[in-house]
């Protein structure tokens, strides 16, 4: 079993930078992908990137690419996702998730544990 807790969000204007952490128990966190999400009001849950357990391989939505990045750092079991140039669009609850997988995934499916969210806010 692998709990996840996110921290980093709030509010910050357009153009904005910001900082998500997930903090993941256990002692495998090198094992497992790891992404993040997002989900906004009225829509679906989306995917926004995703990281291989070593750190090496890395995907992203194509509406976030350029601005955002995904990090890890396995001494620490947590997983980062800096986004620069926050647009109100980008407004959304941010989960992360850990997948039992070795080939990083933007299918929400395959991922086996969710972190409970951490609001972000772009005003214009």
């Known amino acids: 079993q692998v709990q996840l807790v996110e921290s980093g969000g709030g509010l910050v204007q357009a153009g904005g930078s910001l900082r998500l952490a997930c903090a993941a128990s256990?002692?495998?966190?090198?094992?497992?992908?790891m992404g993040w999400f997002h989900q906004a009001p009225g829509k679906e849950r989306e995917f926004v990137a995703t990281i291989s357990g070593s750190g090496g391989n890395t995907y992203y939505a194509d509406s976030v690419k350029g601005r955002f990045t995904i990090s890890r750092d396995n001494a620490k079991n947590t997983v980062y996702l800096q986004m620069n140039s926050l647009k109100p669009e980008d407004t959304a609850v941010y989960y992360c998730a850990a997948a039992r997988r070795s080939v990083p995934t933007a299918t929400m499916r395959l991922y086996d544990y969710w972190g409970q969210g951490t609001q972000v806010t772009v005003s214009s």
């Open positions: 256990g002692r495998t966190f090198s094992s497992y992908v």
